[in-house]
């Protein structure tokens, strides 16, 4: 409850001193089941972790050393209790670190000429990612792609795609499974393996989690188009044809054959099925573009 409540303070407070970059409540999924996602997934770092679990009864104990362990692997629940501090309170509003926290916290976000677009994640959801990202990739989201926008076609992706240098793909299946990938490195149209070791696959729903870089392998992301030798489409991580995530070039159709986990990211199924149907989907630019990529 204190880590809801938590997160809950923490967009609001951002939203009150109009500290939110472009997002809001009205272009975004449902903001109360991302802070009950994201909150699960802080909890369920404790449980990771040999401590007990947050399913476990009320009147269970944490130690305090167990907390501050937990803190210190868990420093985004440190960055937003910052954040609802300084702001809210307007302590050390200009204090370097505040600013910091914000800026990893909340990108600033560009629409251009899409106004009335509703993301597929919730504001919640875009804290937690973006914390992940790489810092000089955590300051502006870029929408580049989006089927409401684009329409559903694999070369309209490609050309809202390519030369935008990294990316974040977020994908909702006909099951309702909200999941994607971070892409570290510009895609290329080429029938081999790109990226490096700071890519990552995650879901959203029905579980907010992020899934890194196991070492197996360097299956970090693909992109082809036009061959008839190799597969045509986009995937990232596990191996041709048992991707841990495939976008199919016959746009509309994926899979996320990762059973039991994704060689690559060590992730489990993102969708609903193996097989599943595009409902829809969309991709972040992120970051400032390259001087070679202008």
Known sequence: QFLEDMIGAAVHVLRQQNALSGWTLENTRDCDSGVRAVAAQLMSQMKAD????????????????????????????????????????????????????????????????????????????VMFLNFHLPSD????????FSTRLHGESFSQLCG????????????????????????????????????????????????????????????????????????????MGGQHDFFGLWIDSNFGKGHSKAKPRCTTYNSPQLSASEEFTIDAMEVWGLGDLTEELQ
């Open 50 to 125: 040999g401590l007990p679990s947050p399913d476990a009864p009320e009147s269970s104990h944490f130690s305090r050393a167990a907390i501050e362990d937990w803190l210190y692997k868990a420093p985004i629940v440190s960055a937003l209790l910052r954040v609802v501090v300084t702001l809210g309170f307007s302590v050390l509003r200009q204090n370097v670190e505040q600013q910091k926290d914000v800026a990893s916290l909340v990108p600033r976000c560009r629409r251009a000429r899409a106004p009335a677009f509703t993301s597929l994640l919730d504001l919640p959801a």
């Open 137 to 144: 990739m955590q300051h502006k989201w870029r929408l580049l």
């Open 160 to 235: 809202h795609l390519v030369d935008q240098g990294p990316s974040l793909l977020v994908v909702r299946d006909a099951g309702g499974f909200i999941f994607g990938g971070f892409a570290s490195h510009n895609w290329e149209v080429k029938p081999r393996f790109q990226g490096d070791s700071t890519c990552f696959l995650f879901t959203v729903s029905p579980r907010l989690e992020v899934f890194t870089y196991t070492g197996y392998n360097d299956h970090y992301m693909y992109l082809n188009h036009g061959q008839q030798t190799m597969p045509n489409g986009l995937g």
